[in-house]
Structure formats: C-alpha cells, structure tokens
C-alpha cells in the first residue's frame, strides 16, 4: 500500500486527488464522492466510479479541495449523472477535462493544452531543421 501524506478520513466532497499516471509526464485526477466511493475518467473505462481500495494502489501526489458555491455543488452532481459512461479521449475529455467540468462546467485540460502546444512546437522545429538543412 501507499503511503500518502493526509488521510482518507478526512477527505471532503468533491476533493480531487492529483496522482501520478502511467504516462511519467501526465496526472490523473480522481474526484472522492462519498463514503469512499470516487469517479474518474480513464482510457481503460471512461467516466467510472473507483472504490477506496482502488485508489489506495494509486501513489496520490497531492489533495485539492475545491471551494464551490451551493449550486455549483448541486450542478456537480447532475453533470456526474449525466457523464458515467462517457468515453475517455485523450485530447477533449481526460480525466483533467472530467474534473474540470465536474466541478465547474468547463472541459479544459492545462495537461492536453501543453501537450498539443510541444507537439507543434517539435514539428516546426523539425520542419525548419529540414528546412534549412536543404
């Protein structure tokens, strides 16, 4: 099992939890629900709940509570209804998207945005290398 630095205990509605991913370069962002019960969003089964016992085997970087009005609070819980299910993809609806727009209502990912921003950034590299090199 993993140590972590704070305890299940003590976790609060909609916290997310930032954890280390396959993907050395990645997070993965799991939201706690209640009564040890999360939801997350993976390339494996998309948009699905996973049990404390799930996310004990995770190495959990760090905590973040968010602070939500009432009714974001309530918006949260419908959109978590309306998105169990949903497919995974990479580039619009990772894990950082669901949590996002979980809690908030926006799909935005800061991970796929640098992604997307390092891969153009390597093909015009790439391109005026060749480029000049002819």
Known sequence: MIQTKFH?????????????????VFKHY?????????????????????SKSEVLKRKIVKVIRP?????????????????????????????????NFILFGKRTSKQAIETITNIIALFMAAKMTFKNGN
């Open 8 to 24: 299940f205990d003590k976790l609060q509605k909609f916290d997310v939890l930032v954890c280390e991913s396959e993907f050395v």
């Open 30 to 50: 799991i939201i706690y629900l209640d009564n040890n019960l999360f939801i997350h969003n993976t390339p494996q089964s998309g948009v699905s709940y996973e």
């Open 67 to 99: 602070v939500l009005t009432t009714e974001q609070r309530s918006k949260a819980e419908e959109r978590i209804i309306q998105t169990v299910g949903f497919y995974y993809d990479a580039i619009d609806f990772n894990c950082e998207h669901f949590t």
